[in-house]
């Protein structure tokens, strides 16, 4: 089964605080976004990143794709409360027709 | 202005009955998709057509039936509704190409009492 396991599922913090999420897969796969999602909405794209090694910035918040391809982080510097949202990594695999599998999400709460 | 829009956004429902989700793009993009996102907030996708053509196909009840009257359009239709198809229901559209980036609606959140 291609899961992709996504950690942690859930995080409160303090604003001014940093964090990180994984997400995780054991086979490769041809590209990763990062979606944010807000209560009552639809998920939001925040990046995708392609190549291995990769890094891509937005902000505050640093993406990440392993060398491999099999693994990406998110790693947000002084969490503000507007942070605060579901995180979900989406993978794709385009040679087999755009298979497409979501983690199981992080909840990330940042409190003033 | 809307990129891609659903209705309803809210659905209440008895058991047995059948209804419809409209879902509507005006992005230009060929791939049109339904996702079920449950209690525990997990997204899994159920359908997807690119030019009105069925494309993915995940193991999904056959009381579930997407019909695709043009590439801007996809609609879902539920029949004989269960408790267990409460959930949120989101349409997304991609370009295509390698990443397959995808913009979704806002969701209909579907009860079924």
């Known amino acids: 089964t291609q899961l992709l396991e996504q950690s942690p599922q859930f995080l409160s913090i303090q604003e001014g605080e940093n964090l990180t999420v994984y997400c995780n897969s054991s086979s490769v796969f041809s590209s990763l976004q990062w979606y944010r999602q807000e209560p009552g909405e639809g998920p939001v794209l925040l990046v995708t990143?392609?190549?291995?090694?990769e890094v891509k910035k937005l902000k505050r918040l640093t993406f990440q794709f392993g060398d491999a391809r099999k693994d990406s982080s998110l790693h947000i510097t002084a969490a503000q409360t507007g942070d605060t949202g579901l995180y979900l990594c989406?993978?794709?695999?385009?040679?087999?027709?755009?298979?497409?599998?979501f983690g199981q999400g992080t909840e990330l709460s940042v409190k003033p | 202005d809307t990129a891609v829009s659903q209705t309803p956004k809210y659905l209440v429902t008895q058991m047995g009955n059948d209804k419809s989700i409209k879902c509507e793009q005006n992005?230009?993009?060929?791939?049109m998709y339904w996702y079920k996102q449950d209690s525990k907030k997990f997204l899994k996708i159920m359908f997807s057509?690119?030019?009105?053509?069925?494309?993915i196909n995940e193991t999904v009840p056959n009381r579930f039936s997407p019909k695709s009257p043009d590439k801007a359009h996809l609609n879902l239709h539920i029949n004989s509704l269960e408790l267990g198809d409460s959930a949120v229901y989101f349409c997304?559209?991609?370009?295509?190409?390698?990443?397959?980036?995808?913009?979704f609606g806002p969701g209909t959140r579907l009860t079924v009492t």
């Open positions: 992005l230009g993009h060929d791939t």
């Open positions: 057509y690119n030019n009105k053509e069925l494309i």
């Open positions: 990143v392609v190549t291995g090694g």
């Open positions: 997304a559209s991609s370009h295509g190409g390698i990443t397959y980036e995808q913009y």
């Open positions: 989406m993978k794709a695999y385009y040679n087999q027709g755009g298979k497409l599998i």
